[in-house]
């Protein structure tokens, strides 16, 4: 099973940007596809971007479509998620999660590995 840390999350003025990082361990991410989510306080976890495993697929939530990009670094075994003029409601707890499979898929129950998240605060 692959483990999946997050990191670059933090607190930003809206209108600012950020990059999160997802570095893997334990396998290589060429067998999955991967994928960011985020959880705000008192909501469901909800899917924000996917790739598939070569990185030619990519699939957004149209809360992220045109601010988000998804790309990955296979030969670091990292994923990223850019995130341009973050708004407030873009405060959320991010995940990072790996497929169970190599197709770029869209609800959590495609994702089989969790890390821990990184907290991402948008100010307004």
């Known amino acids: 099973q692959v483990q999946l840390v997050e990191s670059g999350g933090g607190l930003v003025q809206a209108g600012g940007s950020l990059r999160l990082s997802c570095a893997a361990s334990?396998?290589?991410?060429?067998?999955?596809?991967m994928g960011w989510f985020r959880q705000a306080p008192g909501k469901e976890r909800e899917f924000v971007a996917t790739?598939?495993?070569?990185?030619?697929?990519?699939y957004y939530a149209d809360s992220a479509k045109g601010r988000f990009t998804i790309s990955r670094d296979n030969s670091k075994n990292t994923v990223y998620l850019q995130m341009y003029s973050l708004k407030p409601e873009d405060t959320a707890l991010y995940y990072c999660?790996?497929?169970?499979?190599?197709?770029?898929?869209?609800?959590?129950?495609?994702?089989?590995?969790w890390g821990q998240g990184t907290q991402v605060t948008v100010s307004s």
């Open positions: 790739i598939n495993w070569s990185g030619d697929t990519t």
């Open positions: 334990g396998r290589t991410i060429t067998s999955y596809a």
């Open positions: 999660a790996a497929a169970r499979g190599l197709a770029a898929v869209t609800s959590l129950a495609g994702f089989a590995s």
